[in-house]
Every structure is written in C-alpha cells, then in structure tokens.
C-alpha cells in the first residue's frame, strides 16, 4: 500500500476458511492513521447487495508475543 493519507486497498481474501471470515481484507490511512480494514458481502431483506465493513486500528491489534530465548540457563540470578 502507497503512504496516501485518506486512502487504502481492500483485496479478496484468499484464506478465508469459515463464513465468518471477511471476503475481503486490506488497510487504510485515515489522518495519519493506520487501519486494517474487512469487508463481508451482504444482502439486505429486500434483496440490495452490499458490503457490510469493519476497520481496526493497527495499534489496537495484539501483538504476537515473542518467543522466549532458549539460553536462559546462562543467568547470573542470586540463587
């Protein structure tokens, strides 16, 4: 994705595995903001198709925890 203020791309997601999952996926950067963006195709009661959408900023995302080093045993701990 460029660095455009107020704009973003929304690509089909290839990986959706469940009807839950958005039909399509992206990000978007709204005043200096960035955001993941999902979209679900819909169809309303009375037959309108839409795209019902969700946006989550990036900060708010969990981060992956790091994995913990594996020479911990090396230590200098008092006891």
């Known amino acids: 994705m460029t660095d455009r203020d107020n704009s973003g791309a929304l690509f089909k997601n290839d ?3 469940k009807e839950g999952h958005p039909d ?26 839409y795209m019902g959408l969700k946006v989550t900023a990036k900060e708010e995302m969990p981060a992956k925890p790091e994995p913990s080093p594996t020479n911990d045993l090396d230590d200098d701990l008092p006891f």
């Open 24 to 49: 399509y996926r992206g990000e978007i950067t709204v005043a200096g903001t960035a955001y993941w963006i999902s979209a679900w195709l819909n169809e309303s009661q009375k037959g309108t198709k």
């Open 15 to 17: 990986r959706k595995e």
